[in-house]
């Protein structure tokens, strides 16, 4: 019975745990590709913002969904595929808003 048991709760667990781990997957490529996305927007790095957002997002095993710039702000949206699930995150990144002192 306990093994039944535990046999149970892991076949329930394991799936939620691989989910949990592809969005934290999913968010740090995320990140990654908005980061890049506003480098290349600002001119850091050479390149059109959303091309370089779908590079950084493929080396990080996800897949860029959606990409707007705006100035020298980019958003980006991925997803990974794990399982039978598709898992998303999205991101903004850009230069820091300046405050007068």
Do not use: K, M
């Amino acid at each position: 019975a306990v093994i039944g048991a535990t046999f149970t709760l892991v076949l329930f667990y394991l799936p939620l745990a691989t989910v949990l781990i592809a969005r934290g997957h999913a968010a740090g490529a995320a990140d990654a590709a908005a980061l890049a996305a506003a480098d290349a927007a600002s001119g850091f790095t050479a390149g059109t913002p959303c091309s370089v957002a779908e590079f950084v997002a493929a080396a990080n095993r996800s897949t860029l969904v959606n990409c707007g710039v705006e100035g020298s702000t980019a958003t980006v949206a991925v997803s990974v595929h794990v399982g039978a699930f598709n898992v998303s995150s999205r991101a903004t990144a850009g230069q820091p808003i300046a405050v007068d002192r």
